[in-house]
């Protein structure tokens, strides 16, 4: 566990009451108390001036408190931390603690996380290797169980867990993640829904779904959603009681496109995620404190686009956070305004965690076991590995700007097309799947990655196969994102842990990561596609509308190979 | 348990989910759609044409359904069943069954019933009564465990639970019903913390407290209140988390005076109850529909209203209930119009239990087990029993109209004044305490009671001692309520179920008990005064300002004897 100064004093599982109570009465010392500070309360919407006083990691009390510890905080606004509803820290590309100090800088002192990246390629190694590092920060990581390993029953991932592995899995989880194996669930696949184990959180994934369907999603016990892109969705699955997330990750932004159908009446039951977020996006520009900023700029009233940020997350999984009030954890966010965009401390279970978008902790340096490391199992290839040409006439995917969501369109051989191989790298089966993609545009070069949601197999894109072959390569045993041009690796991001993450810093990955959005520019890649995450998400098969596996081509509206 | 209807389909504790999809998906018919009414969203506020289709109890869709049994309801609006957040059904009179017939009846199909009037008389056996008569009818009764037997430490009650009975108990209880020794919490008195069983969802009841003790008692872990009475109280527990409550009970209404507090902003976590109401009262003029139809008198938003009904309490709780969607409980509720005035049908778990007014299911007769009958042990009485006469100067509780809570005044011998007399029936101690109050107005009669919260020792109020002895006699060992006048018996309510319940119809029970209120006002009550229950919270000492046991007068400010 981390430095003891974060650890909750339980005793038989109860919170030491008697503590908070006497020192709410003043009988005994808080342990913090900041003072005068504008402090707003998600329950009624107003913001009072008072003093907050912290025991034990908890909230005592709000009002006029004084004690040995205080810090004026006067001028300054006390908002609870944030909560992200949905993510994969794998996606940003450093580790569970590294995350962390990120977060908190942000003020987001509490996360619901699917590790599901690292399930695909490790399975329960990798569960325990985010659970331990996660551990050495004081981020509250709130793990979800992985429900899709593999995401759909075809595809070839380094890992899998049936519905026996989920129910042994499950006590030690907070919930069941994302189920978007939604045509399993609503013709009732015995495996499928019993992976949806009684009495746990389920979260949802299911684009687009709608009427009858969405009934029967719904009636399998499915609570959120974070797929939505359009108003009329997000209205039709929070009227069916879902409560449904507004995302702002690195490539899916549906903050925007979602607040046309938010009201102060229906965001009661809505939430912000960022689900998939490069570290370096949340480094510069900010992860939920993000959203509130957004969701205000776009006219959504400050008191809602904070509560959806805190209480309403709090309220959907029942966390005792997301309140300035007493009994609850002490994760606050002290900024200048009530709109959270100038941040000056953010506290932790009562501890000073960051301080103007730093954070102050430090963390040990990690243990990576070694089955996590080494876990792209390819041998070296040559440009014959590519030899493949499409028929006269052929289905082809069309990449669209700022979403994963693709369009199923034809060509016509001579078109310009960027080829897309992806290359089993798990279990060394020798599987590979082709396809062409049109708006990618890249030119004389490739791009790979063993980045392939979610089976995370090797995935390769270019105009030319001597360069998908260098690209291919470049990756070695370790994983990670290659950029090749005339047969040399212009940049290179090592990703060491299960191929999607780096051990290093924050700032370390963001740089390496910089240098491949140059290079990738300068090969040609369309400016409006994002290079790496547009790429990553070709293969998941349970995103509309065509995808691609190591199998081929995948008609997802169909469910079924082309 | 009830008719085998009225039974949902479990399998290792989880819902049939696959006749839920199934149905949802038009593979397998519905057992039930309500066709073409005007459905109201409680997520969203909007109010759409749809159809609600049912199996096995559980709502499956609302969209377009058809199937072999449909109910026309076009021109009808459709709300979620309500939610009593907060009763007492021994204070209805009846018997938990036929209690059950009113309230669904009028919409109510859960309510979160504290039986801890039975508990202070006849300890498990009571509860036991409660439950397994409770399970003679649909409505879902979710009963907490009371955690005040007695109400205090001094008072002298049937029973006893303390803090070690209490943790055996509570597996088998929904929760840990109101907490009333806020002195207790705040001043970490163990047996009291001791009650407070982690992970149960723990009601509250503290009348008036504020700031750094209110702070401490939330601290508890204590989720709501009931016992608020002004508009600036209301917001101060909700600002401190607490789900407030607006209480129309028969002597506590509080729901128009808490409005002016309420805004759409803060209504989610603002929940209605009846705590204490006689069955006349829900019969002749309603229960939780009654609470929306006056919350929209009052200037109230139809949709915030119906939401404290409904779906805000289902959050508070954690209940399956309280919304119109998929995977919630078919408890619904047909009405002419969006207020909930004529209400046509109520639907439980998907089976018509009430027509225009009336339930249309019956309920097969009681087993009353011994142990909840001939409570009353005392000894006949004479006029000497009740010798007593007041200092020159001395201490005196006032009535307050509309409210259970009193007013300490100093009265001098010789006022106009009414005799009350606390007597121990449960244990034959012989205890009693007299003190003497002003504003009952009674003259030549006396009135006794088997009914005084919460140890419910027999009171008797009268102006001559003559009178008392008749009345105290009257009620025998069966307990209940008497009113005599000049030595005869002018009315009588026998409650032969632990001397607060009745056994016969709620009809017939309100009818002796209007013939009760006639003779009230004939031996001078005043008008403002509910005969009855304002005598039977008299006892309670934990209610302010000031009250009377079988130990004397209490001072609850002080809690201390005065």
């Known amino acids: 566990m981390w430095v003891s100064g974060f650890v909750i004093l339980f005793k038989d599982g109860i919170i030491m009451k008697e503590n908070l109570i006497k020192a709410a009465m003043g009988e005994i010392d808080a342990d913090l108390i900041l003072k005068g500070a504008e402090v707003y309360d998600v329950f009624t919407g107003e913001t009072r001036r008072a003093d907050v006083a912290v025991k034990d990691g908890i909230i005592c009390g709000v009002g006029e408190y004084s004690g040995a510890n205080e810090v004026d905080v006067s001028g300054k606004y006390i908002l609870p931390g944030f909560i992200d509803a949905h993510m994969h820290i794998e996606s940003s590309m450093v580790t569970p603690a590294e995350y962390a100090k990120a977060a908190l800088a942000h003020g987001v002192t509490t996360v619901i996380a699917d590790p599901h990246e690292i399930a695909n390629v490790c399975g ?25 390993v593999p995401c759909a029953p075809f595809d070839h991932s380094g890992a899998e867990f049936d519905a026996a592995d989920t129910k042994e899995l499950a006590p030690d989880f907070f919930g069941i993640a994302e189920m978007m194996n939604y045509p399993g669930v609503i013709s009732c696949d015995s495996e499928v829904l019993g992976k949806l184990v009684d009495g746990k959180i389920i979260d949802g994934h299911a684009p687009m779904l709608t009427g009858r369907e969405l009934d029967a999603y719904v009636c399998a016990g499915i609570k959120t959603e974070h797929e939505c892109t359009t108003p009329e969705e997000l209205r039709e699955k929070l009227g069916k009681g879902m409560y449904v997330m507004l995302r702002e990750g690195t490539l899916s932004k549906n903050l925007d496109a979602l607040l046309a159908g938010v009201t102060s009446r229906n965001s009661r039951f809505c939430l912000f995620c960022t689900d998939d977020r490069f570290i370096g996006e949340v480094l510069k520009d900010g992860s939920i404190d993000l959203c509130v900023q957004k969701a205000v700029e776009g006219g959504t009233d400050i008191r809602d686009a904070i509560n959806m940020a805190t209480v309403n997350a709090a309220v959907c999984y029942g966390l005792k956070a ?95 097309l960027s080829k897309v191989c992806v290359i089993e790298r798990h279990k060394r089966t020798g599987n590979k799947g082709f396809a062409y993609v049109t708006n990618y545009g890249i030119t004389n070069g490739a791009v790979a990655s063993s980045i392939g949601h ?64 140059k290079t990738a520019a300068d090969v040609g890649v369309n400016k409006g596609i994002e290079p790496f995450l547009s790429l990553a998400f070709l293969p998941l098969p349970v995103i509309p509308e065509i995808r691609v596996t190591d199998s081929g081509l995948f008609d997802v509206e169909k469910f079924e190979f082309i």
Do not use: W
């Open 124 to 148: 329960r190694a990798g569960l325990k290797f985010m659970k331990e590092n996660a551990a050495l920060a004081p981020l509250d990581i709130k793990f979800m169980l992985p429900s899709c």
């Open 322 to 416: 997301g309140a300035v009030a007493p009994s609850y954890r002490a994760d606050l966010v002290v900024c200048d305004d009530i709109v959270p965009k100038n941040i000056r401390m953010v506290y932790k279970d009562g501890k000073l965690v960051a301080r103007d978008g730093k954070a102050v902790f430090d963390i040990k340096p990690a243990q990576i076991c070694a089955e996590v490391m080494n876990t792209v199992h390819l041998d070296p290839v040559t440009a014959e590995f590519f030899a493949h040409e499409p028929s006269a006439e052929f289905t082809a995917i069309e990449l669209i700007p700022d979403t994963i969501v693709t369009k199923k369109v034809r060509a016509k051989r001579g078109d310009k």
């Open 454 to 517: 979610d089976s995370h197999n090797v995935i390769v894109i270019g105009d030319n196969d001597r360069d998908m072959a260098a690209a291919v390569n470049a990756l070695g045993a370790d994983g990670g994102i290659a950029v090749c041009s005339r047969g040399a690796v212009k940049a290179r991001l090592t990703l060491e842990i299960a191929g999607l993450m780096s051990a290093k810093t924050a700032e370390d990955v963001t740089a390496a990561h910089e240098e491949l959005y």
